[in-house]
């Protein structure tokens, strides 16, 4: 027997059977992860980079849904936007169709005003039909005003706005009969005041109320103008002060107009003549002096007190301010007048700020 090819035949076999049992392993494990494969341990930053990466990705989902969002508002506010322009263009369209309308009606009231006038023209006027051309030139004036500036002027002129069943041509005319009564009465002051001197005498307070009256409202006009005019004429005047100023004179309207109707009260009147006059005289610490009894007065409680005991007394006068009957003291000037009403307050407080501009612009000898 040849020894060599009996151990190479051994080693072809050995060859065969390897080979078998290798492809039975590759049919048996293909597809399927070896443990070589596998990795046994994560590296932490693997891990952070696969966190952040999930973060990234639900930041952008709430980034996409919040311009989403925000997207469709802005389309919900253009269109809201849009209908409100819509609105605010037909309101002014009706606005300007109405305003054409009416001025046409105006238009065609003229013309028909002038036909008349000019049929009026051929014959020869009387006074009175003079006089009624006249006026109904003033209505035909005061018809070009608008609805809310004729009550406008009727309230400026202390008239009720509207009567109930009044027309609009009753209340044009009212109004113009207001405004001449207006002018009457402001020509008549205006004349009276311009010839009379504002200097206040000791015996006219008591003699001669009208002709004190005058010189009390004209004297303090004449303290705000020069006020004003003192302001006008520097050159670093404070913006605040014009605002005093014209505070002050809106605070003493009621106290013209008490002025004028000749109604102040007879514990005020006195006091406040008697003020002024000391004013023209530079006496300013007597000026102070009866300001404040005209303001506080000398009551031990000038507030007021209804009652301080159960008993009557004789000098109950001397601490309320008031007669046995529960009055006001006609010669009394124990009641604080700055607590009885918010306009007597007002104009107390201007009559103050007077007296502090007569004292820096004219002071005392």
Known sequence: MDFSALLAKEIAKKKQAATVIASKNENDTSGKPTESDTPRFIRRGDVEHAREQAYLAEKAKREEAKRIEHEKR???????????????????????????????????????????????????????????????EELAKLTELTEEDMLDRLRKLREPARYFGESDKARLRRLRRAEKRAETSDERIEELLASIDHNIVGPDVKT???????????????????WERV??????TPDQAFE?????????????????KKNLHEQIYPSLATLMMYLQQRKYRDANDTYLKLSIGN???????????????????????????????????????????????????????????????????
């Open 299 to 365: 009551a031990a409680w000038p507030i007021g007190v209804t009652a301080v005991g159960i008993h009557e007394r004789s000098a109950r006068e001397r601490i309320t301010g008031q007669d046995v009957d529960g009055k006001l003291g006609q010669s009394s000037v124990q009641i604080a007048h700055v607590m009885s009403d918010e306009k007597t307050r007002k104009w107390l407080t201007a009559v103050k700020r007077l007296i502090t501009f007569s004292e820096s612009q004219w002071p005392e000898d």
């Open 231 to 236: 302001l006008v004429t520097r050159d670093d």
């Open 244 to 260: 005093t100023l014209f505070q002050t004179k809106g605070y003493l309207q009621p106290l013209f107009e008490q002025l004028r």
């Open 208 to 226: 001669d109320r009208s002709k004190v009256y005058l010189q009390l409202e004209k004297y303090v006009r004449y303290l705000l103008k020069e």
């Open 74 to 136: 802005r389309r919900e506010q253009q269109d809201e936007d849009g209908r409100r322009e819509r609105k605010r263009r037909e309101a002014e369209q009706k606005h300007l169709e109405k305003k054409r309308v009416r001025e046409e009606q105006e238009e065609f009231e003229k013309q028909k005003k002038s036909k008349n006038k000019s049929r009026a023209n051929t014959t020869s006027p009387t006074p009175d039909a003079r006089e009624g051309t006249a006026e109904a």
